[in-house]
């Protein structure tokens, strides 16, 4: 638990999720609420997990199969695929220009995830 400095049990797959969807490395879990002290803790890949999420994701792929969508439902998710690969790069844009904030000595948050 965060009081322990640890990631909550609850959010570690959601964040080794991303990291596997994104292809990072790293990811910063980052834990506010007012009057408590910010809590930043950074989460490296967890490939055994990730090799479950993935297959857990086939599986549930799998089960959907005999429930193939029509002709419509295929182009509505063709094109929310479309868009999730077109912001693609602006996320890692974004990422990139955090990266150069913070290694300019912005916010000063990252020595409190160590």
Same mark, same amino acid.
């Given at each position: 638990?965060?009081?322990?400095?640890?990631i909550?049990?609850?959010?570690?797959?959601?964040?080794?999720?991303?990291?596997?969807? @994104? /292809? !990072?490395e790293?990811?910063?879990?980052?834990?506010?609420? &007012?009057?408590? +002290?910010?809590?930043?803790? =950074?989460?490296?890949?967890?490939?055994?997990?990730?090799?479950?999420? @993935? /297959? !857990?994701?086939?599986?549930?792929?799998?089960?959907?199969? &005999?429930?193939? +969508?029509?002709?419509?439902? =295929?182009?509505?998710?063709?094109?929310?695929?479309?868009?999730?690969e077109?912001? !693609?790069?602006?996320?890692?844009?974004?990422?990139?220009?955090?990266?150069?904030?913070?290694?300019?000595?912005g916010w000063?948050?990252?020595?409190?995830?160590?």
């Amino acid at each position: 638990m965060i009081l322990s400095g640890e990631i909550p049990k609850e959010h570690v797959a959601q964040c080794q999720g991303g990291l596997w969807i @994104s /292809e !990072r490395e790293w990811i910063d879990f980052v834990c506010y609420w &007012p009057g408590m +002290p910010l809590f930043i803790k =950074r989460a490296y890949r967890d490939e055994a997990l990730i090799r479950k999420l @993935s /297959e !857990r994701v086939k599986t549930f792929y799998e089960i959907l199969r &005999p429930h193939e +969508p029509s002709a419509g439902d =295929r182009s509505m998710i063709s094109n929310h695929l479309s868009l999730v690969e077109a912001l !693609r790069p602006a996320s890692d844009e974004l990422a990139a220009a955090v990266d150069q904030y913070l290694a300019a000595g912005g916010w000063r948050l990252a020595a409190r995830s160590k």
